[in-house]
């Protein structure tokens, strides 16, 4: 049986995080955002019937990945960058109406919309977030950012259906331990895939 760590951190320290957090330029790379898409595809069986959230979302490119599979919605959660993401939503529904009312957009952190949502309720996503020059990376050294890592990755996991999956394009080695010790299972083969187990 795997403990998770209480959750402690105030709105306050959260807030010192996110302000020392470097947005960078909104998009690390087309490739990395279509890989996450392409790998939500290839998991399709461990994410249908769950809603997707994608954390750091900026100009998502995942949306066409998104409506090949069964899941409610989406929703793209982003405290610098929402309205980059809302104009993605718009674009695409411009093209693919039918989708109307799928796809949702939070100018929010990560933590913070998280321990809003339901125990195993959504696939977590992202793609360039979880690096330390992007969250915390200012202040790299401030033990607020090593808690809000811990706290991220307890929600992360929290979040996850049994049996599901999430998926973090370019988490850097902390973050990837982070998430371990959260409680996920690293993948053999991708350094960017954790599975949630049956206890
Ligand atoms: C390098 S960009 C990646 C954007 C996009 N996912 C991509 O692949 O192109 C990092 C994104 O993380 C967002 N971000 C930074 N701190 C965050 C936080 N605390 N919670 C959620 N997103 C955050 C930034 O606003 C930025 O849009």
């Given at each position: 049986?795997?403990?998770?760590?209480?959750?402690?951190?105030?709105?306050?320290a959260?807030?010192?995080?996110?302000?020392?957090?470097?947005?960078?330029?909104?998009?690390?790379?087309?490739?990395?955002?279509?890989?996450?898409?392409e790998?939500?595809?290839?998991?399709?069986?461990?994410?249908?019937?769950?809603r997707?959230?994608?954390?750091?979302?900026?100009?998502?490119?995942?949306?066409?990945?998104?409506?090949?599979?069964?899941?409610?919605?989406?929703?793209?959660?982003?405290p610098?960058?929402?309205?980059?993401?809302?104009?993605?939503?718009?674009?695409?529904?411009?093209?693919?109406?039918?989708?109307?009312?799928?796809?949702?957009?939070?100018?929010?952190d990560?933590?913070?919309?998280?321990?809003s949502?339901?125990?195993?309720?959504?696939?977590?996503?992202?793609?360039?977030?979880?690096?330390?020059s992007?969250?915390?990376?200012?202040?790299h050294?401030?033990?607020?950012?090593?808690?809000?890592?811990?706290?991220?990755?307890?929600?992360?996991?929290?979040?996850?259906?049994?049996?599901?999956i999430?998926?973090?394009?370019?988490?850097?080695?902390e973050?990837?331990?982070?998430?371990?010790?959260?409680?996920?299972?690293?993948?053999?083969?991708?350094?960017?895939?954790?599975?949630?187990?049956?206890?």
């Amino acid at each position: 049986m795997i403990e998770i760590p209480i959750i402690y951190m105030d709105q306050e320290a959260i807030k010192r995080v996110v302000k020392g957090s470097n947005p960078m330029d909104y998009v690390l790379s087309r490739g990395c955002s279509e890989d996450l898409g392409e790998q939500l595809l290839r998991y399709k069986k461990s994410v249908e019937g769950r809603r997707i959230i994608e954390i750091g979302s900026a100009r998502t490119g995942i949306l066409p990945h998104v409506v090949q599979l069964e899941v409610p919605s989406y929703v793209g959660v982003d405290p610098f960058a929402v309205n980059a993401t809302t104009s993605v939503i718009e674009e695409f529904l411009k093209d693919n109406p039918q989708y109307a009312g799928m796809f949702s957009a939070e100018s929010e952190d990560a933590l913070t919309f998280l321990r809003s949502q339901p125990t195993e309720s959504a696939t977590v996503v992202s793609s360039g977030v979880l690096d330390f020059s992007v969250i915390g990376g200012k202040i790299h050294n401030d033990p607020d950012v090593a808690q809000y890592q811990r706290e991220l990755s307890s929600e992360i996991y929290r979040v996850t259906p049994v049996n599901g999956i999430s998926y973090h394009r370019c988490a850097d080695r902390e973050w990837q331990e982070a998430l371990v010790s959260a409680g996920f299972k690293a993948d053999e083969i991708s350094d960017f895939l954790f599975l949630k187990e049956s206890q």
